[in-house]
Protein backbone atom coordinates (compact mmCIF):
# COMPACT_ATOMS: atom_id res chain seq x y z
CA UNK A 1 0.00 0.00 0.00
CA UNK A 2 3.26 2.46 -0.14
CA UNK A 3 2.35 5.43 -2.63
CA UNK A 4 5.37 6.41 -4.56
CA UNK A 5 5.35 10.55 -5.28
CA UNK A 6 4.42 10.91 -9.30
CA UNK A 7 7.63 13.33 -9.59
CA UNK A 8 9.84 10.78 -8.14
CA UNK A 9 12.88 11.23 -8.77
CA UNK A 10 12.51 14.08 -6.58
CA UNK A 11 16.25 14.64 -6.35
CA UNK A 12 18.53 13.77 -9.34
CA UNK A 13 22.57 14.55 -9.94
CA UNK A 14 21.92 16.67 -13.08
CA UNK A 15 19.91 19.17 -9.89
CA UNK A 16 23.33 19.40 -8.09
CA UNK A 17 26.40 21.77 -9.02
CA UNK A 18 29.32 20.05 -8.60
CA UNK A 19 31.96 21.10 -5.30
CA UNK A 20 34.37 22.67 -7.73
CA UNK A 21 35.66 23.05 -11.39
CA UNK A 22 36.65 20.11 -13.18
CA UNK A 23 34.16 17.44 -11.49
CA UNK A 24 31.00 16.00 -12.29
CA UNK A 25 28.05 14.53 -9.83
CA UNK A 26 27.14 11.31 -10.98
CA UNK A 27 24.94 10.08 -7.26
CA UNK A 28 22.72 11.93 -5.35
CA UNK A 29 21.45 9.34 -2.76
CA UNK A 30 21.18 8.00 1.00
CA UNK A 31 20.01 11.22 2.62
CA UNK A 32 19.82 12.13 6.28
CA UNK A 33 16.40 13.39 7.22
CA UNK A 34 15.26 15.98 9.82
CA UNK A 35 12.20 18.37 10.16
CA UNK A 36 13.89 22.17 11.06
CA UNK A 37 11.59 24.80 11.87
CA UNK A 38 9.33 24.85 8.91
CA UNK A 39 11.03 22.98 6.80
CA UNK A 40 12.38 19.43 5.70
CA UNK A 41 15.77 19.26 5.64
CA UNK A 42 17.87 16.28 3.54
CA UNK A 43 22.10 16.25 4.00
CA UNK A 44 22.27 14.44 0.50
CA UNK A 45 24.74 11.75 0.01
CA UNK A 46 26.50 13.55 -3.05
CA UNK A 47 29.60 11.16 -4.89
CA UNK A 48 31.59 13.38 -7.90
CA UNK A 49 34.39 11.76 -9.91
CA UNK A 50 36.90 14.11 -12.11
CA UNK A 51 36.11 14.72 -15.55
CA UNK A 52 38.16 12.16 -17.56
CA UNK A 53 38.80 13.15 -21.29
CA UNK A 54 41.71 10.41 -21.73
CA UNK A 55 39.80 6.57 -22.20
CA UNK A 56 43.09 5.41 -21.16
CA UNK A 57 43.53 7.17 -17.92
CA UNK A 58 41.40 6.09 -14.71
CA UNK A 59 41.41 9.31 -12.83
CA UNK A 60 40.57 8.48 -8.72
CA UNK A 61 40.07 11.29 -6.05
CA UNK A 62 41.53 11.61 -2.54
CA UNK A 63 41.01 13.90 0.37
CA UNK A 64 44.84 13.74 1.61
CA UNK A 65 45.08 14.93 5.00
CA UNK A 66 48.44 15.10 5.01
CA UNK A 67 47.87 17.77 2.53
CA UNK A 68 44.89 19.28 3.44
CA UNK A 69 43.60 18.79 -0.21
CA UNK A 70 41.98 16.57 -2.66
CA UNK A 71 44.22 15.49 -4.91
CA UNK A 72 43.75 12.85 -8.46
CA UNK A 73 45.73 10.18 -9.04
CA UNK A 74 46.23 8.56 -12.59
CA UNK A 75 45.74 4.87 -13.33
CA UNK A 76 47.04 3.49 -16.65
CA UNK A 77 44.40 1.40 -18.06
CA UNK A 78 47.15 -1.00 -19.53
CA UNK A 79 48.73 -1.88 -16.27
CA UNK A 80 48.08 -5.52 -15.67
CA UNK A 81 48.42 -5.31 -12.56
CA UNK A 82 45.86 -3.23 -11.85
CA UNK A 83 41.83 -4.60 -11.45
CA UNK A 84 39.77 -2.03 -13.66
CA UNK A 85 36.79 -4.90 -13.87
CA UNK A 86 34.34 -2.52 -11.19
CA UNK A 87 33.95 1.00 -12.70
CA UNK A 88 33.66 1.82 -8.58
CA UNK A 89 37.00 0.72 -7.73
CA UNK A 90 40.54 0.18 -8.74
CA UNK A 91 42.41 -2.50 -7.17
CA UNK A 92 45.96 -1.66 -7.44
CA UNK A 93 47.78 -5.14 -5.76
CA UNK A 94 48.59 -3.28 -2.43
CA UNK A 95 45.66 -1.03 -2.00
CA UNK A 96 42.02 -0.54 -3.18
CA UNK A 97 40.76 2.94 -4.16
CA UNK A 98 37.20 4.27 -5.12
CA UNK A 99 36.67 5.91 -8.26
CA UNK A 100 34.32 9.08 -6.79
CA UNK A 101 34.30 10.62 -3.37
CA UNK A 102 30.93 11.68 -1.60
CA UNK A 103 30.18 14.65 0.43
CA UNK A 104 26.90 16.13 2.30
CA UNK A 105 25.06 18.82 0.60
CA UNK A 106 22.56 20.48 2.07
CA UNK A 107 18.79 20.57 0.72
CA UNK A 108 15.94 22.40 2.14
CA UNK A 109 12.13 22.28 1.04
CA UNK A 110 8.72 23.79 2.51
CA UNK A 111 6.80 20.83 1.33
CA UNK A 112 9.04 18.08 1.27
CA UNK A 113 9.13 17.07 -2.43
CA UNK A 114 10.37 20.19 -4.15
CA UNK A 115 13.88 21.13 -2.47
CA UNK A 116 16.38 23.98 -3.03
CA UNK A 117 19.86 22.61 -3.23
CA UNK A 118 22.90 24.31 -1.68
CA UNK A 119 25.62 25.39 -4.35
CA UNK A 120 28.72 24.67 -1.83
CA UNK A 121 29.71 21.10 0.07
CA UNK A 122 27.72 21.01 4.07
CA UNK A 123 30.32 18.85 4.97
CA UNK A 124 33.14 17.39 2.68
CA UNK A 125 36.32 15.10 3.91
CA UNK A 126 38.70 16.54 6.15
CA UNK A 127 40.46 13.50 8.51
CA UNK A 128 42.41 10.47 7.73
CA UNK A 129 39.27 8.08 8.30
CA UNK A 130 37.54 10.40 5.40
CA UNK A 131 40.06 10.30 2.56
CA UNK A 132 38.22 8.43 -0.06
CA UNK A 133 34.70 10.03 1.04
CA UNK A 134 31.85 10.79 3.43
CA UNK A 135 28.71 8.41 3.23
CA UNK A 136 24.86 7.89 4.15
CA UNK A 137 24.43 10.55 6.93
CA UNK A 138 22.01 9.89 9.44
CA UNK A 139 20.34 12.75 11.69
CA UNK A 140 19.44 12.24 15.32
CA UNK A 141 17.56 14.92 17.42
CA UNK A 142 18.16 14.88 20.62
CA UNK A 143 17.06 18.26 22.18
CA UNK A 144 18.20 21.42 20.82
CA UNK A 145 20.73 19.19 18.49
CA UNK A 146 21.16 17.78 15.53
CA UNK A 147 23.23 14.28 15.65
CA UNK A 148 24.67 13.39 12.42
CA UNK A 149 26.01 9.96 12.54
CA UNK A 150 27.97 9.13 9.13
CA UNK A 151 30.39 6.53 7.30
CA UNK A 152 34.00 7.44 6.90
CA UNK A 153 35.92 5.70 3.85
CA UNK A 154 39.45 5.40 3.70
CA UNK A 155 42.24 2.50 3.78
CA UNK A 156 42.28 1.87 7.22
CA UNK A 157 38.47 1.09 6.62
CA UNK A 158 35.24 2.23 7.29
CA UNK A 159 34.13 3.84 10.35
CA UNK A 160 31.27 5.32 11.92
CA UNK A 161 31.80 9.09 12.54
CA UNK A 162 29.48 11.38 14.66
CA UNK A 163 28.93 15.67 13.99
CA UNK A 164 26.57 17.87 15.09
CA UNK A 165 25.15 20.75 14.42
CA UNK A 166 22.12 23.51 15.65
CA UNK A 167 21.07 25.59 12.75
CA UNK A 168 22.84 22.96 9.61
CA UNK A 169 24.71 26.22 9.07
CA UNK A 170 28.11 24.92 10.84
CA UNK A 171 28.75 21.77 11.46
CA UNK A 172 31.27 20.36 14.81
CA UNK A 173 32.80 16.95 14.57
CA UNK A 174 32.99 14.56 16.99
CA UNK A 175 35.70 11.79 16.14
CA UNK A 176 34.94 7.89 15.72
CA UNK A 177 31.83 6.30 17.49
CA UNK A 178 32.74 2.80 15.91
CA UNK A 179 36.12 1.32 14.56
CA UNK A 180 36.21 -0.41 10.94
CA UNK A 181 34.14 -2.36 9.05
CA UNK A 182 31.51 -0.73 10.88
CA UNK A 183 28.48 1.18 8.90
CA UNK A 184 23.86 1.42 9.18
CA UNK A 185 24.14 3.07 12.40
CA UNK A 186 20.94 4.48 14.19
CA UNK A 187 20.99 6.67 17.32
CA UNK A 188 17.29 6.03 19.26
CA UNK A 189 16.63 10.03 19.80
CA UNK A 190 15.96 9.70 23.29
CA UNK A 191 17.63 8.20 26.69
CA UNK A 192 15.91 4.80 27.63
CA UNK A 193 16.34 4.49 31.36
CA UNK A 194 19.20 6.54 31.30
CA UNK A 195 21.14 5.37 28.52
CA UNK A 196 21.39 5.91 24.82
CA UNK A 197 21.18 2.88 22.63
CA UNK A 198 22.25 2.51 18.76
CA UNK A 199 22.00 -0.15 16.28
CA UNK A 200 25.38 -0.59 14.08
CA UNK A 201 26.55 -2.80 11.50
CA UNK A 202 29.89 -5.00 11.87
CA UNK A 203 31.34 -6.92 9.40
CA UNK A 204 33.15 -10.35 9.77
CA UNK A 205 35.53 -9.87 7.40
CA UNK A 206 35.64 -13.99 8.15
CA UNK A 207 32.67 -15.23 8.23
CA UNK A 208 30.74 -12.91 6.20
CA UNK A 209 28.30 -11.81 8.47
CA UNK A 210 25.99 -9.30 7.78
CA UNK A 211 24.11 -8.84 10.86
CA UNK A 212 22.29 -5.46 13.25
CA UNK A 213 24.07 -5.09 16.41
CA UNK A 214 22.77 -3.14 19.40
CA UNK A 215 24.89 -1.07 21.70
CA UNK A 216 24.75 1.44 24.22
CA UNK A 217 26.21 4.68 25.91
CA UNK A 218 26.08 7.48 28.65
CA UNK A 219 27.84 10.11 26.26
CA UNK A 220 26.99 9.25 22.64
CA UNK A 221 30.84 8.36 21.86
CA UNK A 222 32.00 5.78 24.09
CA UNK A 223 29.91 2.33 22.82
CA UNK A 224 29.78 -0.67 25.08
CA UNK A 225 27.56 -3.89 26.04
CA UNK A 226 27.14 -4.64 22.64
CA UNK A 227 24.96 -7.18 22.11
CA UNK A 228 23.82 -9.27 18.67
CA UNK A 229 20.25 -8.04 17.51
CA UNK A 230 18.70 -8.81 14.44
CA UNK A 231 19.81 -11.42 11.62
CA UNK A 232 19.01 -12.81 8.19
CA UNK A 233 15.94 -15.13 7.73
CA UNK A 234 16.52 -17.92 5.11
CA UNK A 235 14.22 -17.98 2.31
CA UNK A 236 12.44 -14.46 3.06
CA UNK A 237 13.56 -10.92 0.87
CA UNK A 238 16.22 -10.32 3.58
CA UNK A 239 18.38 -13.99 3.49
CA UNK A 240 21.40 -12.34 2.31
CA UNK A 241 22.45 -9.54 4.70
CA UNK A 242 20.22 -6.96 7.46
CA UNK A 243 20.82 -3.24 8.17
CA UNK A 244 19.38 0.13 10.06
CA UNK A 245 18.15 2.33 7.92
CA UNK A 246 16.39 5.11 9.24
CA UNK A 247 16.30 6.83 13.13
CA UNK A 248 14.13 4.66 15.29
CA UNK A 249 10.82 6.64 15.89
CA UNK A 250 8.46 5.85 18.97
CA UNK A 251 5.08 5.20 18.81
CA UNK A 252 2.15 3.94 21.17
CA UNK A 253 3.38 -0.01 20.83
CA UNK A 254 7.10 0.89 21.32
CA UNK A 255 9.23 1.96 18.60
CA UNK A 256 9.45 1.40 14.75
CA UNK A 257 12.60 0.59 12.97
CA UNK A 258 12.30 1.01 9.14
CA UNK A 259 15.56 -1.04 8.02
CA UNK A 260 16.87 -2.34 4.56
CA UNK A 261 17.55 -5.85 3.86
CA UNK A 262 18.95 -7.71 0.43
CA UNK A 263 18.23 -10.90 -0.56
CA UNK A 264 21.55 -13.40 -1.85
CA UNK A 265 20.56 -12.18 -5.44
CA UNK A 266 21.84 -8.25 -4.10
CA UNK A 267 18.01 -7.02 -4.11
CA UNK A 268 17.68 -4.23 -1.29
CA UNK A 269 14.04 -3.41 -0.07
CA UNK A 270 12.96 -2.15 2.85
CA UNK A 271 11.18 -3.50 6.21
CA UNK A 272 10.25 -2.56 9.30
CA UNK A 273 10.75 -3.46 13.43
CA UNK A 274 8.54 -2.83 16.27
CA UNK A 275 11.02 -3.11 19.29
CA UNK A 276 10.17 -2.82 22.64
CA UNK A 277 9.59 0.54 24.11
CA UNK A 278 12.07 -0.36 27.97
CA UNK A 279 13.89 -2.66 26.03
CA UNK A 280 14.58 -2.32 22.72
CA UNK A 281 16.93 -5.23 21.99
CA UNK A 282 13.84 -6.76 21.53
CA UNK A 283 11.97 -7.47 18.84
CA UNK A 284 8.40 -7.67 18.67
CA UNK A 285 7.72 -7.81 15.43
CA UNK A 286 9.25 -7.87 11.75
CA UNK A 287 7.66 -7.34 8.54
CA UNK A 288 7.21 -10.73 6.49
CA UNK A 289 7.06 -8.83 3.13
CA UNK A 290 8.77 -5.49 2.15
CA UNK A 291 7.01 -2.53 2.44
CA UNK A 292 9.15 -0.85 -0.22
CA UNK A 293 10.97 -2.61 -2.82
CA UNK A 294 12.54 -1.90 -5.99
CA UNK A 295 9.71 -1.61 -9.27
CA UNK A 296 10.15 1.31 -10.71
CA UNK A 297 12.39 2.37 -13.61
CA UNK A 298 14.19 4.57 -11.75
CA UNK A 299 15.08 1.85 -8.69
CA UNK A 300 15.92 -0.89 -11.25
CA UNK A 301 18.26 0.85 -13.21
CA UNK A 302 21.03 3.13 -12.29
CA UNK A 303 24.50 3.28 -10.60
CA UNK A 304 23.68 0.03 -8.74
CA UNK A 305 20.10 -0.89 -9.94
CA UNK A 306 17.58 -3.21 -8.12
CA UNK A 307 18.33 -1.20 -4.82
CA UNK A 308 15.94 0.92 -2.52
CA UNK A 309 18.02 2.29 0.57
CA UNK A 310 16.78 4.53 3.14
CA UNK A 311 18.72 6.98 5.69
CA UNK A 312 15.55 8.99 7.30
CA UNK A 313 11.76 8.89 7.57
CA UNK A 314 9.71 11.36 8.94
CA UNK A 315 6.49 10.33 10.97
CA UNK A 316 3.52 12.77 11.01
CA UNK A 317 0.10 12.91 10.66
CA UNK A 318 -0.08 8.96 11.07
CA UNK A 319 2.11 8.69 7.95
CA UNK A 320 5.43 7.48 7.77
CA UNK A 321 7.49 9.49 5.33
CA UNK A 322 10.37 7.93 3.23
CA UNK A 323 13.07 9.26 1.39
CA UNK A 324 15.36 6.93 -0.02
CA UNK A 325 17.93 6.48 -2.85
CA UNK A 326 16.99 5.00 -5.96
CA UNK A 327 19.41 2.81 -7.62
CA UNK A 328 22.30 4.62 -5.93
CA UNK A 329 21.43 7.49 -8.59
CA UNK A 330 18.44 9.25 -7.13
CA UNK A 331 16.72 10.66 -4.55
CA UNK A 332 12.80 9.09 -4.17
CA UNK A 333 9.89 10.06 -1.65
CA UNK A 334 7.23 8.00 -0.76
CA UNK A 335 4.89 7.34 2.38
CA UNK A 336 2.69 4.65 3.45
CA UNK A 337 0.54 4.89 6.97
CA UNK A 338 1.25 3.49 10.19
CA UNK A 339 -1.58 1.41 10.52
CA UNK A 340 -0.77 -0.75 7.19
CA UNK A 341 3.48 -1.28 8.33
CA UNK A 342 2.13 -2.62 11.94
CA UNK A 343 -0.63 -4.42 9.40
CA UNK A 344 2.13 -6.13 7.62
CA UNK A 345 3.94 -7.21 10.70
CA UNK A 346 4.19 -10.71 11.95
CA UNK A 347 4.85 -11.59 15.39
CA UNK A 348 8.95 -13.39 16.56
CA UNK A 349 7.54 -16.62 17.26
CA UNK A 350 5.44 -17.28 14.70
CA UNK A 351 6.45 -19.62 11.83
CA UNK A 352 6.10 -17.32 9.25
CA UNK A 353 8.89 -14.80 11.02
Not at 120 to 147: C, H, S
Not at 312 to 325: A, H, N, T
Amino acid sequence: MIQRCPENPIISPCDVKPSRPGFEVVCTFNAGVARYGDEVVLLLRVAEIPVNDDPGKVLVPIYSSREGRLIVREFDRADSSIDFSDSRFVRTPDRQFLTSISHFRLARSKNGIHFSIAETPAMFPETQYEEYGIEDARITKIGDIFYINYCGTADVGITTLLASTTDFETFERHGVMFCPDNKDVEIFPEKINGKYYALHRPTSAEYRHRSIWMAESSDLLCWGNHRLFLETREGFWDDGRVGGSAVPFRIDEGWLEIYHGAGKDNRYCLGALLLDAEEPWKVLGRSERPILEPEAEYELEGFFGNVVFNNGVLFEDGMVKIYYGAADTHIAYAEISLEEVLAGLCQIGESTC
